[in-house]
């Protein structure tokens, strides 16, 4: 099919096809729902069955093209140096490093559709990228992109788990792919190495004791109990990816977009702490950690500047970053860099 052969031109490294009955994931999400696993995420029970049934979110849609990216910068080794970071080193998730992934794949499967239209004339369509309600995964699993492993994340055979995924939702009746067998058999690698152990069943996540959750959809305060496992992990974590046996065939991204910048696969927590908002905005202009806003940088650098008293506790430069934060007009801001001096200063 031609429509896959344009992906790859625009940068994707698989694009499949997907009928859009979704009413097997439909009920699985209303559990995880009912559970309330999605914590503060009210928008993941705001669409009804809209993000279940794509015909309701956009009336018409008979198909889903499917789409998948690597993000990868460096695919050789990856997983020995992510295991690696120093205490004082924020651990940022791989995919954060880069360009903001909703752009980049917006843009691109937006050139796909104009390329389909250039060749079939007007049709419906529209073009998502983790940015609607969309069950992005179940309709890849449908299309046979890969399947749901047991951190919840797609898995390929041919690439892990290590890229992101896009939508085209259109009205044309299209071929469908068919799925692919669940290869994740007796493993439960992420299960076991998940530091909060938010995976708390096969194929089920509690977001509320993820780190990713902690870290970036969270809007408040850490809960005390959780802030000492998260350990450096800044914004994100990608410990149940780390650690996936699948991954060992983790692709390298074809686009440049998602190279590291401003040196966050490496940077020192306390030289983090020191960016004023105005710094922290335009050091992550174009960045998807920008959107959890200056408040909640400083909150996670703060946990992770306290947990380093593992084995550097009382250092001085540390210390001395946090003590310059105790008078930053946040509330939030200020209870976790008291409680990560206290990790380091115990009060008698």
């Not at 990856?78 to 940022?92: F, G, L």
């Not at 540390?318 to 990790?343: C, F, G, K, N, Y």
């Amino acid at each position: 099919m031609q429509i896959k052969r344009w992906g790859k031109e625009f940068g994707f490294a698989e694009v499949r096809i997907a009928d859009v009955d979704l009413s097997h994931a439909e009920a699985e999400l209303q559990q995880w729902l009912d559970a309330g696993y999605h914590g503060e995420m009210a928008y993941m029970a705001s669409h009804g069955t809209k993000r279940s049934r794509p015909d309701e979110l956009v009336p018409g849609t008979v198909r889903v093209i499917s789409a998948r990216m690597n993000y990868l910068p460096s695919a050789e080794q990856w997983r020995e140096a992510e295991k690696k970071h120093a205490p004082d080193t924020a651990v940022i998730s791989v995919y954060a490093r880069g360009r903001d992934y909703h752009k980049v794949l917006r843009t691109r499967l937006q050139q796909l559709a104009d390329k389909i239209k250039a060749e079939v004339g007007e049709f419906g369509y529209r073009v998502f990228t983790d940015s609607a309600p969309v069950m992005e995964v179940a309709l890849a699993e449908k299309s046979g992109l890969g399947w749901r492993g047991k951190h919840s994340l797609l898995l390929s055979r041919e690439a892990g788990s290590m890229f992101f995924l896009g939508e085209i939702l259109i009205d044309i009746p299209l071929p469908v792919d068919p799925p692919v067998a669940d290869h994740c058999g007796q493993c439960q690698s992420c299960m076991d190495v998940c530091p909060t152990k938010a995976i708390v069943a096969p194929y089920q996540v509690d977001a509320r004791r993820c780190v990713s959750y902690l870290t970036i959809e969270l809007h408040g305060s850490i809960p005390l109990e959780l802030r000492p496992l998260i350990g450096n992990r800044v914004y994100g974590c990608d410990d149940c990816q780390l650690f996936c046996p699948w991954n060992k065939f983790a692709q390298e991204a074809a686009v440049d977009d998602f190279e590291v910048r401003h040196g966050l696969d490496h940077a020192r927590m306390v030289h983090l702490l020191q960016w004023t908002e105005e710094q922290f905005l335009r050091m992550m202009e174009g960045s998807p950690i920008r959107r959890i806003g200056h408040e909640r940088w400083l909150r996670n650098i703060a946990v992770g500047l306290g947990n380093a008293a593992s084995t550097m506790r009382g250092d001085a430069e540390i210390v001395a970053a946090l003590t310059a934060r105790l008078s930053h007009p946040s509330e939030i801001v200020q209870e976790h860099v008291r409680w990560a001096l206290d990790q380091h200063i115990p009060v008698n």
